[in-house]
């Protein structure tokens, strides 16, 4: 298998997320350019013009009017945020301080997510939030007053984080957020860059009170976890050079890259200049024979999406790798360690499931078999690597299930196929 070739990556999915909600709160016109086509964006702009915003979708250039805060609307309906956390989580944080009611619901997989994890500093706000068995969707948020918090949070979520600072600046108030380790701080970035007082400290932010936002123009780089799969491909090649550019380089989403590079990968990022208060660069990827690691619980948070694809290429790692400390992966969009650790086995890995991770033995050997996905579309892109290799012989119940984050993914890995 040869893998050669450029590709720029879609717009990261997780700042698109964080552009549209705030656009939407800025005070003027904000202009966005190369937002993330996935589905779970397309949720966020669904349902932020049910709450007022006209946002016209189009890949290209979005210009938003933005309501100011304190702006959105009362929706007519429920708010259906589809497959997507961060649609419910972050929007339940900015209509926390609103003069009304609204319900969120989500398909079948976003129904079995957390939402306590939101809802505790949300109330402890002041506002009013009921749950389906005090845990997941449907949610209803009854807006109100607010006032300032404190929070440590158990678990280091940028979307809990997020939906405080976001509850902050709708109630006009002080909020700060400490965490057991830093999760993707693109939320107080973006703050910051639009005129928000925002102060970091180790684990700890703080958000000031805000009167308004000052409307954003934004070139959104591109995502590095959709990147992380090209650069697993290129890296299981026999040989090939790949070059992915104008990638967000943020220290809280690269560190597939650093495990890779523990793992004895040849990658390799520059550092190229800024783009709306995030670092963008060049990743470059070649050919490596890798060795299996222990991957920490401290690192879990910078590689909580990447790990179904560090999973499939431990499976061609020298020795063993395990994994610890991702219990998260449990509540994801399906429990992806009993998943992958049931999909690695039917392809004939040998991997033992852990609590909070796995254990996975590297091997030589043509993997062959079907993967049944559950509609993740991580797990899907993950054994989409190994599927692609053409010393493998595997099959994917859903490959259309990628759309959720990355529409393009088969085209774009087919490209650099040589």
Same mark, same amino acid.
């Given at each position: 298998?040869?893998?050669?070739?450029?590709? %720029?990556?879609?717009?990261?999915?997780?700042?698109?997320?964080?552009?549209?909600?705030?656009?939407?709160?800025?005070?003027?016109?904000?202009?966005?350019?190369?937002?993330?086509? #996935?589905?779970?964006?397309?949720?966020? *702009?669904?349902?932020?013009?049910?709450?007022?915003?006209?946002?016209?979708?189009? !890949?290209?250039?979005?210009?938003?009017?933005?309501?100011?805060?304190?702006?959105?609307?009362?929706?007519?309906? #429920?708010?259906?945020?589809?497959?997507?956390?961060?649609?419910?989580?972050?929007?339940?944080?900015?209509?926390?301080?609103?003069?009304?009611?609204?319900?969120?619901?989500?398909?079948?997989?976003?129904?079995?997510?957390?939402?306590?994890?939101?809802?505790?500093?949300?109330?402890?706000?002041?506002?009013?939030?009921?749950?389906?068995?005090?845990?997941?969707?449907?949610?209803?948020?009854?807006?109100?007053?607010?006032?300032?918090?404190?929070?440590?949070?158990?678990?280091?979520? *940028?979307?809990?984080?997020?939906?405080?600072?976001?509850?902050?600046?709708?109630?006009?108030?002080?909020?700060?957020?400490?965490?057991?380790?830093?999760?993707?701080?693109?939320?107080?970035?973006?703050?910051?860059?639009?005129?928000?007082?925002?102060?970091?400290?180790?684990?700890?932010?703080?958000?000031?009170?805000?009167?308004?936002?000052? !409307?954003?123009?934004?070139?959104? !780089?591109?995502?590095?976890?959709?990147?992380?799969?090209?650069?697993?491909?290129?890296?299981?090649?026999?040989?090939?050079?790949?070059?992915?550019?104008?990638?967000?380089?943020?220290?809280?989403?690269?560190?597939?890259?650093?495990?890779?590079?523990?793992?004895?990968?040849?990658?390799?990022?520059?550092?190229?200049?800024?783009?709306?208060?995030?670092?963008?660069?060049?990743?470059?990827?070649?050919?490596?024979?890798?060795?299996?690691?222990?991957? #920490?619980?401290?690192?879990?948070?910078?590689?909580?999406?990447?790990? !179904?694809?560090?999973?499939?290429?431990?499976? %061609?790692?020298?020795?063993?790798?395990?994994?610890?400390?991702?219990?998260?992966?449990? +509540?994801?969009?399906?429990? %992806?360690?009993?998943?992958?650790? #049931?999909?690695?086995?039917? +392809?004939?890995?040998?991997?033992?499931?852990?609590?909070?991770?796995?254990?996975?033995?590297?091997?030589?050997?043509?993997?062959?078999?079907?993967?049944?996905?559950?509609?993740?579309?991580?797990?899907?892109?993950?054994?989409?690597?190994?599927?692609?290799?053409?010393?493998?012989?595997?099959?994917?119940?859903?490959?259309?299930?990628?759309?959720?984050?990355?529409?393009?993914?088969?085209?774009?890995?087919?490209?650099?196929?040589?």
């Amino acid at each position: 298998m040869i893998v050669d070739g450029e590709l %720029r990556p879609p717009g990261d999915k997780s700042i698109s997320h964080r552009a549209l909600l705030l656009a939407s709160m800025a005070k003027g016109t904000s202009r966005i350019k190369r937002l993330s086509p #996935s589905v779970d964006v397309q949720s966020t *702009a669904r349902v932020l013009r049910m709450l007022g915003v006209e946002i016209p979708w189009s !890949p290209g250039e979005v210009s938003i009017n933005g309501l100011g805060i304190g702006g959105l609307r009362a929706p007519h309906d #429920s708010l259906e945020c589809g497959n997507s956390g961060t649609t419910a989580r972050l929007t339940a944080g900015l209509i926390s301080a609103s003069a009304f009611n609204c319900t969120f619901t989500g398909d079948i997989s976003l129904s079995r997510r957390p939402m306590r994890r939101i809802a505790e500093p949300l109330r402890a706000m002041g506002a009013h939030i009921t749950l389906q068995d005090e845990e997941h969707l449907p949610m209803t948020v009854s807006g109100n007053s607010l006032h300032s918090i404190d929070w440590s949070s158990d678990v280091a979520s *940028a979307q809990v984080k997020s939906a405080i600072l976001l509850a902050g600046l709708a109630g006009r108030v002080a909020v700060s957020v400490t965490e057991p380790v830093m999760s993707r701080d693109h939320t107080e970035r973006m703050l910051a860059r639009m005129g928000a007082s925002v102060t970091v400290a180790k684990q700890r932010i703080r958000l000031e009170p805000c009167e308004y936002l000052q !409307p954003l123009e934004l070139n959104v !780089p591109g995502d590095p976890s959709s990147s992380a799969y090209p650069v697993a491909l290129a890296t299981l090649a026999n040989r090939g050079e790949l070059t992915i550019r104008a990638v967000c380089l943020n220290q809280t989403r690269t560190g597939f890259y650093r495990v890779l590079s523990r793992m004895g990968g040849n990658t390799g990022l520059r550092l190229e200049g800024e783009e709306g208060g995030e670092p963008v660069g060049t990743i470059e990827a070649h050919h490596a024979a890798l060795r299996g690691v222990r991957i #920490s619980p401290d690192e879990i948070p910078s590689i909580i999406d990447e790990l !179904p694809v560090i999973a499939c290429l431990a499976a %061609r790692a020298d020795g063993v790798t395990t994994i610890t400390g991702a219990g998260e992966l449990r +509540v994801k969009e399906s429990d %992806r360690i009993s998943n992958m650790v #049931s999909n690695l086995r039917q +392809v004939g890995v040998i991997v033992e499931e852990l609590a909070d991770g796995m254990r996975i033995t590297g091997t030589d050997a043509p993997l062959k078999g079907r993967v049944v996905t559950n509609a993740d579309h991580r797990v899907a892109m993950a054994f989409g690597v190994l599927a692609l290799d053409n010393r493998n012989a595997i099959d994917i119940d859903q490959p259309g299930c990628v759309a959720v984050s990355y529409p393009d993914y088969w085209d774009d890995m087919q490209s650099i196929l040589r």
